[in-house]
């Protein structure tokens, strides 16, 4: 079964840095894609960032030249986001998503609060 751990959410002032890791485990095969996606309280979700296995990048608008989604080894399991310059619009609860073969598969999210 495939399970995505989140870790790294907190507390932090505006203008500090954060960086989460999503970890995926239980499958034979590692993500195709895997993304990084927030819901702040009354928002719609949101896509801040996605890297392919292939080694494609995307970002959202409000994060781009501030957050950096990265691999940190070949085996591609685990995706880490560096959030840097945080603002206060940036909490949210920040989810984990990936496709393994035709299934995806989300985390339970890690919240991220920004003070201001």
């Known amino acids: 079964q495939v399970q995505l751990v989140e870790t790294g959410g907190g507390l932090v002032q505006a203008g500090g840095s954060l960086t989460l890791s999503c970890a995926a485990s239980?499958?034979?095969?590692?993500?195709?894609?895997m993304r990084w996606y927030r819901q702040a309280p009354g928002k719609q979700r949101e896509l801040v960032a996605g890297h392919t296995k292939g080694g494609q990048t995307t970002y959202g608008d409000s994060v781009k030249g501030r957050f950096t989604i990265f691999f940190r080894d070949n085996a591609k399991n685990t995706v880490y986001l560096q959030m840097n310059n945080l603002k206060p619009e940036d909490t949210a609860v920040y989810l984990c998503?990936?496709?393994?073969?035709?299934?995806?598969?989300w985390g339970q999210g890690t919240q991220v609060t920004v003070s201001s």
């Open positions: 998503w990936c496709v393994i073969g035709q299934y995806e598969y």
């Open positions: 239980g499958s034979i095969s590692s993500p195709n894609v």
